[in-house]
């Protein structure tokens, strides 16, 4: 009996050990983030903020402004979008933790597509593609950002829609 | 013995962990509507699918209604009015997880009526709206 249980536990620690070599292996996987740091997640977050939308990067925003953002849910761009308090603290002290920098600011505007940032980050995007149907907004990150959705904005990702 | 007892425990365990916690059916959800409901209005009598339906397809004043996303066939994929995300069908025929959790069901109800009505939706108008989606069909 004791040399099963010997193997179990050996199980189990190799499962522990595979499980978070994967983990490391998709955060160094992302090679995009302007910061150069590996890019943060946390599932609620995921869950949470992706049911309408890309989940953005907490790196996109400073922490003054996503603490804005957090406080106002329930008017959120024009949507309800309130969470109960227990997720709504999770996810707020994950986007304040992994905020950037001043950078990102928006002089008080909320929209990371408004921030001097996102407009250097895109000023070769021609008014044609932001027009396009198949974009439709500057907040459609999947549109053009094949992998945005596992958090990688790299250029090497992008295809512009025709 | 390893394989024989442990693997088999460690698969009901990983089954068991990656069950969504509190899963409901959706006739259970509805039943709790039917108890918020009767609550409120002693002279209840039964939800509507056909007052569900209308209720589902019209706009109360707002910009939305909840087929503008949901489109007026639910069976459907639906897409999100102002980002434009893909929303999978809400009718339980089609999507078994709609209406499992109803945690997550109370909070799409808040946000959703909020957008479309401008207040929380009564026991009765929800439990219409549900009473429609579960006749709907493949």
Sequence with gaps: ?162 | MFRKVVVPVLVLVAGFLSQPALAETPGEVLATIKNDAQAADPSFQGFSAANGEKFFKQKHGNEWSCSSCHTENPATSGKHARTGKIIQPLAPAVNAERFTSPGKAAKWFKRNCNDVLDRVCTPREKGDVLAYLLTIKK
């Design chain 1, 1 to 162: 009996m004791k040399f099963e249980y010997r193997n179990f536990f050996c199980m189990l620690a190799s499962v522990a050990f595979l499980t978070g070599g994967m983990m490391s292996a998709a955060q160094a996987e992302d090679d995009d983030d302007d910061e150069h740091r590996p890019a943060a997640t946390n599932a609620k977050w995921q869950a949470e903020c992706s049911a309408c939308h890309v989940a953005y990067p907490p790196r996109l925003l400073p922490a003054e402004s996503w603490r804005a953002v957090m406080s106002v849910l329930d008017k959120h761009f024009g949507s309800d979008a309130s969470l109960d308090a227990p997720a709504a603290r999770e996810i707020g002290a994950f986007l304040n933790k992994n905020a950037g920098g001043s950078r990102h600011e928006s002089s008080g505007k909320l929209r990371i597509t408004e921030t001097r940032w996102f407009r250097h980050e895109h000023d070769e995007v021609s008014d044609r593609v932001w027009k396009s149907t198949k974009v439709k907004s500057p907040a459609n990150c999947t549109a053009c950002h094949m992998q945005a959705e596992r958090g990688n904005y790299s250029e090497h990702n992008i295809r512009i829609p025709r």
